[in-house]
């Protein structure tokens, strides 16, 4: 079959393949040192299953029809090479299966290139044609080279190739033509062979190594950052990591990122595609030289606007389907313009400074943490006790949010819980600093409160907020903290769960619920808020249409909460609008910053009747009495 | 050229949480050290003036005790050059410190002194002009931008002259200027941060010699309670502690029982408070 001029040019495109591959690789193997641990088993799981490439129907099944319609022919032509012996039935029937994914695979690629034909460079690259045209033609000439073989045969219409059969028909019965078929499907699958490292379709390749590297903490935790480097963060391209500028060379711009950016959605320059598209960009301008002097700094193509878009809210990171993180480049940039160059947005200056100062992002002061707890009984934590209740700085000080707490403290009493708060023991968590990228300070406070926990005796920290939640939970472990932190929400789902509470009072009241970024997307948390949502009698529970893993930040979150918001249209008031348009009365969420986003929202459209919006705990409280 | 920045270190008083009249209802947590916001804003402006100059050497001179180290780190880390304190712990009378700070420039030398229009806790604005009279400068208060001119020795101040006028006033050097809040201070890099951490402090001490102060301090106290921290005294204390509250003006609220949520859930409420401190019977349930 293989005459020793095939295997000649077999093994040239399978060296060009290895050499292109390993050019790519010197691309992101500049970057610095990070440990990693790859998978196999979650690579597997991931090629298998197709990923999160189905959460786009239509162009997910024509990848899915793409990529097995590549695998699997290949895997069994392969195989074939070794003549194993099967019996006659079965080979009819992975012949007929085989025709079926050719055909199917035939669609599938000419929906793909009349979406590069007709969409806009955006949606559909046309540079991503090449690969497409090759696949097409590896196609249509295995096609061709089936019905002049049948036709020769004369057979006539034979269930086990039903298109070879279409074709057969109309195909003269030429031997020449088969040879000539045979020869260009041959050219064809070794063009593509040789072609893989130069063209988009690399993905295969860095796309699965990025699925074996992938990071497996929650989404929420961001990279801890060396503070021992000449400067901290991102200044430079190799500033990052190889892990880091990989993800980079995996991505396709398929712009999943971008659909469900609300900074994007809202008008704002940032794009997390366009971020890790300049920082491809970048990686290829540096060809693999670490030592070439003059290297352009990111902020030539990265805006500081698009910097400070960001809300952090990890819906670029939930919806890329091979797992690329564009959020912590965007922060390890921020980290270089914040403590590198001490360019921070002014108004988040006077924030910093009260975290400074006053050890909370309010500017208060220690000595009115426990107002909101004054002549309430509040419990101050002394002996050892179940449930350490971390107030947090909205707790404590936002107006509207003290009432949320004084709601917890209520629950908490009527369920018997034994607890206690830290008071004026306790700190800002540090996550907005954090946030806007002033690691130092983040790392001063952090350290303070976890020496001031560890003082202290309980079973479990009870947190109100999602950012202190996220903080304590995820970010606390790798600074010497690892404590049993609790969301409220989870907290009170176990309580009505344990029958502690019950809840006596009716809602009735057409409710929906708002996923903070923090808790669903950054901790995998959704379940409990829906329980309890769910546990209210009379209440009329229905979905928002961004909802879960697509729950639209309402823009507070990554220290945006303290800067202005003069870009594009304010994603508070698009999110009122969706909710107003969907009739809800209430409105259940569970942050604070969502609540004081959600509020202004709505009241600002001023519609005749408001919906009402309440954290869960609220609504719980004045469910019990 | 060389700027000299006085720099005032204060313990802030915020809060007034306390409970006890004989700590003036003080507790340790209302207090918070740190550096006076107008003199901060004049190392800003020092800063900003050797920037456009492209050279010079920019002093800090604080007097007394370290009590806001930190800060005054920071204060490094912004870009100053070096931090030189005056010991002495003595409190002293506007008149002596210009005494300790008018020598101190002196020794060390500048064509520019820079100071705060006022501090935070004392509010007496005085220190910058009685360091200028001894020194025999020109003094511009209350200066908001200044710009040098290096050639001519003479500096151009913008200062704020009250009711949003502003004033253009051409000073020449050597002189000082006391500078007024407006400018935005900036942030500290953080490998300037790391590198103030372990900068010297320069001390000096000076014979408490000179002379004796022109004014006294005889007391500090507020004039009366604060009262936008009076709440309703608690009805169930008598009348004389009542009034013993208003006058601390101590917070004190009324702990009370605000029933919300649904109509069933409020009128239950009503009807057990009312069961529970005897204003109703059991009732026939």
């Excluded at chain 1, 239509?58 to 022919?73: C, K, M, N, T, Y």
């Excluded at chain 1, 997390?272 to 301008?285: D, F, G, H, L, N």
């Excluded at chain 1, 002033?438 to 560890?454: D, G, M, T, V």
Aim: a positive charge; aromatic letters at 8%.
């Amino acid at each position: 079959m293989l005459t020793s001029f095939d295997v000649l040019l077999i093994a040239a495109a399978i060296l060009i393949l290895g050499i292109g591959l390993a050019r790519r690789s010197s691309l992101w193997l500049v970057g610095q040192e990070e440990m990693r641990t790859g998978s196999l088993s979650a690579l597997a799981a991931y090629l298998l299953g197709s990923g999160k490439i189905l959460k786009r129907p239509l162009q997910g099944s024509a990848h899915v029809f793409v990529f097995w319609g590549v695998v699997l022919p290949a895997l069994i032509v392969l195989v074939s090479q070794f003549r194993p012996r099967l019996p006659e039935t079965l080979s009819n029937l992975l012949s007929l299966f085989l025709d079926l994914l050719g055909l199917a695979m035939l669609c599938a690629l000419v929906f793909m290139l009349v979406r590069r034909w007709t969409k806009s460079e955006e949606a559909g690259p046309k540079r991503t044609a090449v690969p497409a045209l090759t696949l097409l033609g590896i196609v249509v000439t295995g096609f061709l080279a089936e019905g002049t073989r049948l036709s020769i045969l004369g057979a006539g219409f034979s269930w086990q190739s039903p298109v070879g059969s279409v074709f057969s028909s109309v195909l003269p019965a030429s031997p020449l033509l088969m040879q000539v078929m045979i020869r260009l499907h041959f050219f064809a699958v070794l063009f593509l062979i040789a072609s893989l490292p130069f063209t988009f379709l690399r993905h295969l390749v860095a796309g699965s190594l990025n699925v074996y590297y992938k990071s497996r903490n929650p989404h929420g935790q961001l990279r801890s950052l060396s503070l021992e480097s000449d400067y901290p963060g991102a200044k430079r391209v190799n500033d990052f990591s190889w892990k880091q500028l990989l993800d980079a060379e995996a991505c396709v711009s398929c712009g999943r990122c971008e659909e469900n950016c609300p900074a994007a959605i809202s008008g704002k320059p940032l794009s997390p595609r366009k971020v890790v598209r300049s920082i491809q960009e970048q990686m290829q301008a540096m060809n693999g030289t670490v030592t070439k002097p003059g290297l352009p700094l990111l902020n030539q193509r990265i805006s500081d606007d698009e910097l400070w878009s960001c809300t952090t809210c990890m819906a670029c990171v939930e919806h890329c389907p091979v797992f690329v993180e564009p959020l912590d480049k965007i922060m390890d940039m921020r980290r270089y313009r914040v403590m590198g160059e001490g360019a921070l947005p002014a108004e988040a200056k006077a924030t910093i400074r009260s975290l400074l100062l006053y050890k909370d992002v309010y500017g208060k002061g220690i000595a009115h943490r426990t107002d909101w707890a004054f002549n309430r009984g509040v419990p101050l934590l002394s002996e050892e006790v179940e449930v350490l209740l971390w107030v947090g700085c909205s707790g404590a000080f936002h107006p509207r949010y003290q009432e949320t707490a004084r709601a917890m403290v209520k629950i908490l009493k009527a369920g018997g819980v034994r607890f206690g708060i830290l008071g004026k023991e306790e700190l800002c968590c540090g996550d907005p600093a954090r946030r806007l990228g002033e690691e130092s300070l983040f790392l001063e406070i952090a350290q303070e409160n976890i020496r001031r926990i560890k003082e202290r005796g309980f079973e479990k920290i009870l947190t109100l907020c999602p950012h202190c939640f996220n903080t304590l939970k995820n970010e606390y472990p790798s600074l010497g903290g690892s404590f049993p932190v609790v969301h409220a929400a989870e907290y009170i789902a176990d309580m009505i769960r344990l029958n502690k509470i019950a809840l006596k009072y009716s809602l009735p009241a057409k409710m929906a619920l708002h996923d903070p970024c923090y808790l669903g997307r950054g901790n995998g948390i959704y379940k409990p808020l829906w329980f309890i949502a769910n546990a209210f009698p009379g209440v009329t529970f229905f979905e928002l249409p961004w909802n879960r893993e697509c729950g639209f930040c309402w823009g507070g979150g990554g220290g945006r909460m303290w800067l202005h918001e003069k870009l594009g249209m304010r994603m508070n008031l698009l999110r009122a609008e969706e909710v107003v348009k969907s009739g809800a009365e209430v409105l259940g969420t569970a942050c604070p910053y969502c609540l004081t986003m959600l509020e202004d929202g709505i009241k600002n459209l001023e519609t005749g009747k408001p919906a009402k919006v309440m954290d869960l705990v609220e609504i719980v409280a004045s469910s019990i009495r | 050229m060389k700027i000299i920045v006085c720099i005032k270190q204060i313990g802030h008083v915020y809060a007034r949480t306390g409970m006890e009249p004989s700590e003036r209802f003080l507790t340790p947590e209302d207090k918070i050290y740190m550096v006076n916001p107008c003199d901060e804003v004049a190392l800003e402006m020092g800063l900003r003036l050797k920037e456009s100059l492209g050279e010079g050497e920019v002093t800090l001179l604080t007097l007394g005790p370290i009590i806001a180290e930190s800060e005054l780190r920071r204060c490094l880390g912004m870009g100053a050059d070096r931090l030189v304190q005056i010991e002495t712990d003595q409190g002293l009378d506007p008149w002596r410190k210009s005494f300790f700070l008018a020598r101190a420039i002196k020794e060390i030398g500048a064509s520019l002194i820079l100071c705060g229009k006022e501090s935070l806790d004392r509010q007496s604005g005085q220190v910058g002009a009685y360091v200028a009279h001894r020194l025999g400068l020109p003094f511009v208060s209350a200066v908001v931008s200044a710009t040098m001119n290096p050639g001519t020795g003479t500096v151009e101040a913008e200062r704020r002259a009250g009711r949003g006028v502003r004033e253009l006033i051409g000073c020449s050097l050597p002189a000082v200027l006391s500078v007024d809040m407006g400018l935005e201070v900036r942030l500290p890099k953080f490998e300037d941060k790391q590198r103030a951490l372990s900068a010297p402090v320069e001390k000096r001490v000076y014979p408490e010699e000179g002379d004796p102060a022109r004014t006294l301090v005889r007391a500090i106290f507020p004039p009366r309670p604060r009262p936008k921290n009076v709440f309703t005294p608690d009805s169930r204390l008598d009348a004389f502690e009542r009034i013993q509250q208003l006058l601390m003006g101590s917070r004190v609220e009324k702990k009370g029982n605000m029933f919300t949520g649904s109509v069933d859930s409020q009128v239950d409420g009503i009807v057990s408070f009312l069961k529970e401190h005897g204003f109703a019977g059991k009732g026939k349930e």
